[in-house]
């Protein structure tokens, strides 16, 4: 039950991380990526590193113990509050 609940936390990573990357020319919530190149540069790195994150989580799930995966979990946790911190102050 855990591992499946890791392996969708892994899957959301990378769609978030791919979502990111492929939204850079589009409106991004109010900000317009036209004008405001430090959001894209936010977007773009916040991006990579879930989807570098997501792929640690399929090598942690597949090779190391079930608890290992708690990297994950807080990699990832700790990008996506970066993020939001960083874009909040944007706004």
């Known amino acids: 039950m855990i591992k499946l609940l890791i392996i969708l936390f892994i899957i959301l990573l990378a769609l978030l991380g791919v979502f990111m990357l492929t939204h850079l020319e589009k409106p991004f919530f109010l900000f317009d990526q036209q004008h405001l190149i ?7 790195i916040t991006g990579y590193l879930l989807l570098i994150t997501s792929i640690i989580g399929v090598f942690i799930l597949l090779l190391a113990p079930l608890s290992f995966n708690l990297v994950t979990l807080v990699l990832g ?15």
């Open 38 to 44: 430090s959001v894209q540069k936010i977007m773009k």
């Open 77 to 91: 946790s700790v990008i996506t509050g970066g993020f939001a911190v960083i874009i909040s102050r944007f706004s």
